[in-house]
């Protein structure tokens, strides 16, 4: 895709969420799909690749959330991947520093390629499990904002994110469409770790009948010592 479809497509469904993006903004978008694209034929970091669909389902869904965070903020994004929605929202975003923790080497040596590539200011990547990370004091409790675009359950996301954020800040969880019984199960667990659900929005992706909702969890106390637990336990045996 030449860059003047590319800027064509993204600038009209971003306009839909009521965000303008500028010259600059729209260059750094699609030098990272060209990367994204390069690096996938070597690593697995997607299998959505064709332009439209990494515009669309990457890009666009990933600055859904940029209403949710506060000017200036630090934010960490928690099973990171190839960079989503952390690097989108950088791009869109230049007043919040984000940190992308990923546990695989390759794709951080992917996001570091892309970090650099586009010039971005304000943004670091960690090689770490979640859980690991989780209990380093130098990560635990110190940001404003932890979000994931992770598959995994409500209940296990929350063990894994619910440590980074300060008190009184949030976590963002964007997740598919039809949660009713997922939230109910998770209520438990996000207690446990000092959480509260704060709100639940569902939202449309632009153009298309494809749903997304947004669990958004408020930290009104701090996490109890315990968690997270070590690795790999979480998912096995989630808190219920």
Known sequence: MEIEEFENQLKLKAKELEIELNNKQIKQFYKYMLLLIEWNEKINLTAIVKPEDIILKHFIDSITISKYIKQGKTLIDVGSGAGFPGIPLKIIREDIKVT?????????????????????????????????????????????????????????????????????????????????????????????????????????????????????????????????????????????
């Open 100 to 240: 992308l923790l990923d546990s695989l080497n390759k794709r951080v040596n992917f996001l570091n390629q892309v970090i650099e590539e586009l010039e971005l200011e304000d943004i670091d990547t960690i090689h770490s499990r979640a859980e690991d990370a989780g209990t380093n004091k130098s990560y635990r409790g110190k940001f404003d904002v932890a979000t994931s675009r992770a598959v995994a359950n409500l209940s296990v996301l929350s063990e894994y994110m619910i440590p980074f954020v300060k008190v009184k800040g949030k976590v963002i969880n964007m997740k598919a469409s039809k949660l009713d019984l997922e939230i109910e199960e998770s209520k438990k667990s996000i207690s446990v770790l000092g959480g509260e659900i704060q709100e639940i929005n569902e939202i449309i992706l632009p153009g298309t009948k494809i749903k997304r909702t947004i669990v958004i969890i408020n930290k009104r106390e701090t996490t109890p010592s315990m968690y997270p637990r070590k690795a790999g336990i979480p998912s096995k045996e989630p808190i219920s």
